[in-house]
Nanobody
Framework: QVQLAESGGGSVQVGDSLRLSCAVS?????MAWFRQAPGKEREGIAT????????YYADSVKGRFTVSKDNAKKSLTLQMNSLKIEDTAMYFC????????????????????WGQGTQVTVSS
């Protein structure tokens, strides 16, 4: 069983940076960040593999967001830079025990464990 708890969300302005953290209990092979904006489907934005830290990003965040993990501290982090209004969403941490879940498609149905989410609001 894996338990996840996000933190670090808040209200910022366009161009600002924000760092999200996810505390992880339990073991997982693949970890990811998803987000869901009002009225939209939940989408995968970044995923990272436990053993080699290979990461994949959605085109919408590539070059601005960086996902990292600390296996010893059991944490997952999402550094978000150059935030845009369209980044406004609830952000979720997710985990799965299968390596196949860690790919550029970030299939939402593959992830078995989810946090409660943390809200990020970007305003002009």
């Amino acid at each position: 069983q894996v338990q996840l708890a996000e933190s670090g969300g808040g209200s910022v302005q366009v161009g600002d940076s924000l760092r999200l953290s996810c505390a992880v209990s339990g073991f997982s092979i693949c970890m990811a960040w998803f987000r869901q904006a009002p009225g939209k489907e939940r989408e995968g934005i970044a995923t990272i593999r436990r053993y080699d830290s290979r990461a994949y990003y959605a085109d919408s965040v590539k070059g601005r967001f960086t996902v990292s993990k600390d296996n010893a501290k059991k944490s997952l982090t999402l550094q978000m830079n150059s935030l845009k209004i369209e980044d406004t969403a609830m952000y979720f941490c997710a985990a799965d025990g299968r390596l196949s879940s860690c790919n550029g498609d970030m299939p939402i149905g593959d992830y078995d464990y989810w946090g409660q989410g943390t809200q990020v609001t970007v305003s002009s």
